[in-house]
């Protein structure tokens, strides 16, 4: 058999880990400085935990798990019947009784919910875990991905938005990215749906509006006809879409369409307060987007989505308000707000822009050499005299001639070679070459630390 792995799903070498982890690291950090504490759940979790949580589309792409003991005669008459439904496309607990988590939210959720006692509110955590989906694999879009999370549950406060806009800001700043961030607030879309007909129009609308960057207006309009909407109402979404001009005009233009409908009005002051609060840097722009609608159906008022400058990628980040989450699962009255990191977008963006900074590209600061037996002890003592000090390091692992340890350190990167040799040995020196300037000189330990060290 040829080894394989999934379509969807990678394998990551030390040299793409060094960099992911350069991102976390700064990710986490900008998340702690703000107040949140850290959380984990299970990567599966019951079917009816994530089912109609994200609507018909999402629904489509949970990964389901096979339920255990399938084969045994006690249980088998009925896993038959229950296949049959399978195949029709429905969910029964004989046969996916759990399955891959779709996002990081509903499982925070979920957790809110079964603790919110012990909980003090608000609740500020921050997740950072793999999640899966069934999609159909391209550039930018994987079946195992990482996401990270921050959210705050048990608070109403419009504070929270401003300052995940600002955790944005803060995050891209880090990592030398350019982005917009894009606003809305799913009560304008609500007020579209009223004044297209009702509100049962909701989710057809949001779904098809959320596709608009990737299939264009024509085939909005044309999913929106499919699914019943007449030509006067599909007009009035193609109004809507056509909004443009800076934030301020957006904004005067959504109050002109839903200035008398209550729940848009207090969508349009919703998002007028968020941006008073965010704070812009040369690295972020905070942009209006009536089209931005994200078409998970658990969000409720404000949303956001994220897109890097200079690069044909989706977005890399999104998020908003869900006032009744934990509701779905009876714990009422605990809202919520939060945002997410895609992880490995933001990793891809930043390979093609050329963003990762020199110094995360090599694991092992320095190389110490092999000479004769005799110098081992030498060598072991100054590895651990290094590695007490935090500096990385490695012996090569047997005697051989110099020219194949010094392309072992070109392989792996490595920009110190160190000899202590017999000669080195009775001067208690140390012969360093810097693989980058093509120096070389004899050190004190002392001064190789500090060479090292900086």
Known sequence: MKPSIPQGTRDFSAAVLRKRSYILDTIRNVFLLYGFEPLETPAMEHTETLMEKYGEEGDKLLFKILNNGLHLPEKKESALSDFQQVLEGKTTKG??????????????????????????????????????????????????????????????????????????????????????IHI???????????????????????????????????????????????????????????????????????????????????????????????????????????????????????????????????SIG????????????????????????????????????NRFPDHIHSGTTALIFRTSESELRYQMHLADALRNQSISCEIFHEQVKFDKQFKYADRKGIPYVIIAGSEELQKQTYLVKNRSTGEQREYALDQLISLLKA
């Open 318 to 353: 999104g998020g908003g308000r869900y006032d009744d989450l934990t509701g779905l699962f009876g714990v009422k009255g605990i809202p919520g707000v939060g945002i997410s990191f895609g992880v490995d977008r933001i990793f891809d963006v930043m390979e093609e822009l």
């Open 95 to 180: 046969i996916t009784e759990r399955a891959l988590r779709y996002d990081l939210t509903i499982p925070f959720a979920r957790y809110v919910a079964m603790n919110h006692q012990q909980l003090t509110l608000p609740y500020k955590r921050f997740q950072m875990q793999p999640v899966w989906r069934a999609d159909r694999p391209q550039r930018g879009r994987y079946r195992e991905f990482w996401q990270c999370d921050a959210d705050v549950a048990g608070s109403l406060s419009l504070l929270h938005e401003s300052e995940l806009v600002n955790i944005y800001t803060d995050v891209f700043g880090a990592l030398q990215l350019s982005v917009s």
């Open 184 to 314: 809305n607030n799913r009560k304008i879309l609500s007020a579209l749906a009223t004044v297209c007909g009702g509100e049962d129009l909701m989710s057809h609308i949001t779904v098809a509006i959320d596709k608009l960057d990737k299939i264009g207006p024509q085939k909005v309009k044309d999913e929106l006809i499919g699914k019943g909407l007449s030509m006067e109402q599909v007009e009035k979404v193609e109004s809507y879409m056509s909004i443009q001009g800076d934030n301020e005009q957006r904004l005067q233009q959504l109050e002109e369409l839903f200035g008398a409908v209550p729940v848009g009005k207090e969508g349009i002051n919703e998002i007028r307060q968020v941006l008073s609060l965010a704070k812009s840097t040369s690295h972020t722009t905070v942009v209006v987007d009536p089209s931005l609608a994200r078409g998970l159906n658990y969000y409720t008022g404000t949303i956001f989505e994220i897109k890097a400058s200079g690069v044909e990628m989706g």
